[in-house]
């Protein structure tokens, strides 16, 4: 069955990464499988005891954590990553992890509080034709789901952060040369009060490689 990995590191964002991750699955039909890349004996008790609370059983990784949580996102039967951003807009992990992969990932920034059942998710678009097709596939899957998919223009923040009460924002976005929008990436990730789900462009233009919508050819990217 297809999966949404729920990174949690034993901290106080943890049961907030965890919702996130359901609201994702819940809407792909997936189940959701909780991580922890073991670094110290407290942080991993506080990972089984949050975990064992979600009524999930923890996986264990092993070594440096956006590596072994990029390796495990390869699997094609993931079809997404959420973590928890411990400062604005992100810090040295989650870019890390947003450098690695081809997997779709939801940051949960500071102090944020996900929904567990989405309504409404709100993409800010510009005119490249990669990024139309990729917010495409994830359109179809909300509306699919009964959520309310709304894009307004990017350049329009008061539009998509004021005038429409969104529990998640989507952004597709290319890594490659002078294609990333990092600047934009990170002013969403500095200002945003919802999840971001971060939906990556390969340097070829295509979607990434998971699948967030069986069958429909694009990845959550």
């Not at 947003?98 to 678009?125: G, K, M, N, S, Y």
């Not at 359109?139 to 329009?156: K, Y």
Request: proline share 7%; with cysteine.
């Amino acid at each position: 069955m297809h999966r949404v990995l729920a990174a949690i590191d034993g901290g106080r964002a943890d049961t907030h990464v965890l919702t996130a991750a359901c609201a994702l699955a819940s809407m792909a039909q997936a189940e959701v499988h909780a991580v922890h890349v073991q670094r110290n004996g407290p942080a991993l008790r506080a990972a089984q005891m949050i975990a064992h609370e979600a009524g999930l059983k923890l996986q264990l990784l092993h070594g440096e954590v956006a590596p072994r949580l990029a390796a495990l996102a390869e699997d094609p039967l993931v079809l997404a990553v959420a973590v928890g951003a411990h400062r604005r807009p992100y810090g040295s992990t989650v870019g890390s992890l947003l450098r690695a992969t081809t997997t779709p990932v939801a940051v949960v920034p500071p102090a944020t509080v996900p929904r567990r059942e989405l309504d409404c998710i709100v993409a800010p678009v510009d005119d490249c034709a990669s990024t139309t097709r990729r917010l495409w596939n994830g359109s179809q899957l909300a509306r699919a789901a009964g959520i309310e998919f709304v894009t307004v223009p990017e350049h329009d923040r008061a539009a998509w952060f004021e005038q429409h009460e969104a529990d998640m924002i989507a952004l597709a976005w290319s890594r490659g040369p002078g294609r990333g929008h990092t600047r934009f990436i990170r002013n969403v990730l500095q200002h945003a009060n919802v999840p971001v789900l971060l939906l990556p462009i390969t340097e070829s233009g295509q979607p990434g490689a998971s699948e967030l919508l069986p069958g429909a050819g694009g990845a959550l990217d």
